[in-house]
């Protein structure tokens, strides 16, 4: 059953808490305490309201108090908008480095996004469920999912780094 449930809500709290994290390996670690939290305090979720809405709150909650705490101890937190490209000896450095200056634009977009609206492009389009996939894990209708899903886009296209993203990948 824990594995089931961390198939249906894992993906959603990482692309929650990825802007927390320094990179993905740093987001993976997070997700991992996040879930030891989650399970340390099951007890506490009252049924009220989505399980997942309920999970991804308190993996917000352990995020940000792990910053805090780094910050008190004066431990310097690197952002996805600080962090350097390190070159590797990768066939194509260039290109590579390109597509993950890419990704960090669009994990910072999806990051700004409203909680359902990003959990609708992340269970649709980013984990390739299908529409009433998307639906029953949102906890609505296929037709309503859908209208969210436009809408996320539509926010997403409106954002200024995307549409940024969109123009260099044009020249």
């Not at 089931?4 to 740093?26: F, K, M, N, P, T």
């Not at 989650?38 to 999970?55: E, P, Q, T, V």
Request: proline content about 3%; hydrophobic content about 45%.
């Amino acid at each position: 059953m824990l594995a089931q449930l961390v198939e249906e809500v894992g993906s959603r709290i990482w692309w929650a808490i990825r802007r927390y994290a320094r990179d993905d390996d740093h987001a993976d670690d997070l997700a991992q305490d996040c879930w030891k939290v989650i399970l340390d305090r099951l007890h506490r979720y009252g049924g009220r309201g989505s399980f997942a809405n309920w999970a991804i709150a308190v993996s917000k909650n352990v995020c940000r108090m792990r910053l805090r705490k780094a910050k008190r101890a004066g431990i310097q937190v690197i952002g996805l908008e600080d962090a350097a490209p390190v070159p590797d000896r990768a066939p194509d450095p260039e290109e590579r480095l390109v597509r993950e200056e890419q990704r960090a634009v669009l994990d910072r977009a999806l990051g700004e996004l409203p909680d359902r609206e990003r959990d609708a492009i992340v269970l649709r389009i980013l984990e390739g469920r299908t529409a009433a996939e998307t639906a029953q894990a949102l906890g609505m209708s296929v037709q309503g999912s859908r209208l969210l899903l436009v809408r996320a886009i539509s926010r997403m296209r409106a954002m200024e780094q995307i549409q940024q993203l969109a123009l260099d990948s044009i020249e």
